[in-house]
């Protein structure tokens, strides 16, 4: 859901599955490939594997050290940058486009 790059060796990754979160702490120095790659490559709504060790970061919060990043599948249009708590969608394209509802809103998965 979400990618933040903080310089050229720190990558954060948001992993979102049924309103459960993990972030990815993604180093240059913990992977054992072409980091320069998935740098590259990644964007918001890709589905990614990821292989690595388990972990909390020094804000306490449950991230994965990954030494294998494997994109599954690329995502054709990269999804709208999401906002806590907030619908950042309008209600035409909520009506047109419920895919796109149904993953960027978590209430409106638990209603489903």
């Known amino acids: 859901m979400m990618i933040r790059m903080s310089g050229a060796k ?39 594997g990821v292989q690595g060790f388990p972990g ?17 599948s690329y995502c054709l249009h990269m999804l709208p940058r999401a906002k806590e708590n907030e619908n950042v969608l309008n209600k035409d394209t909520r009506y047109r486009q419920r ?4 993953i960027m809103n978590n209430s409106v998965k638990k209603i489903f």
């Open 10 to 48: 720190l990558i954060f990754i948001d992993l979102v599955d049924d309103c459960a979160k993990v972030q990815i702490f993604a180093t240059a120095a913990n992977y054992e490939e072409d980091f320069e790659a998935i740098h590259k490559t990644l964007k918001r709504g890709d589905l990614i």
């Open 56 to 72: 909390r970061t020094k804000t306490g919060e449950l991230s994965v050290r990954p030494t294998k990043i494997v994109p599954l």
């Open 99 to 102: 895919y796109l509802d149904l």
